[in-house]
């Protein structure tokens, strides 16, 4: 979800409906700008949701949008080292990792 305010409002339904699902959802937050008091202001409100918020986040980079204009992912321009990618990769790798520890958390809790 985007740091706003509507962002904020759409995503209350959808965690209802995960939360009547008896499941557990993981917020991330996109295109966060670099420098932004409301980016704070809306992560103190999600934290009343109640639900589980990703340390990694994705900046509002133009490194995602023109690499799937040519049908590459940042990670692609990264390894090729072009340095405008190389930052938008790092992010890519973080937030991948804490996903996949969310979901091995979640499996182990319903294994036993």
């Not at 109640?50 to 990670?75: D, E, P």
């Amino acid at each position: 979800m985007q740091p706003s305010p509507l962002d904020l409002w759409a995503t209350q339904s959808v965690l209802d409906e995960i939360r009547r699902e008896q499941s557990r959802a993981l917020i991330v937050l996109t295109r966060v700008p670099a420098r932004a008091r409301l980016t704070a202001e809306v992560v103190a409100e999600m934290a009343r949701l109640q639900s589980f918020i990703a340390n990694a986040r994705l900046g509002n980079r133009t490194a995602y949008a023109a690499t799937i204009a040519v049908g590459a992912s940042v990670a692609d321009w990264a390894m090729q080292e072009e340095p405008w990618c190389v930052e938008a990769a790092r992010e890519i790798r973080e937030l991948s990792q804490e996903v996949l520890d969310f979901a091995e958390d979640r499996y182990a809790r319903t294994a036993s």
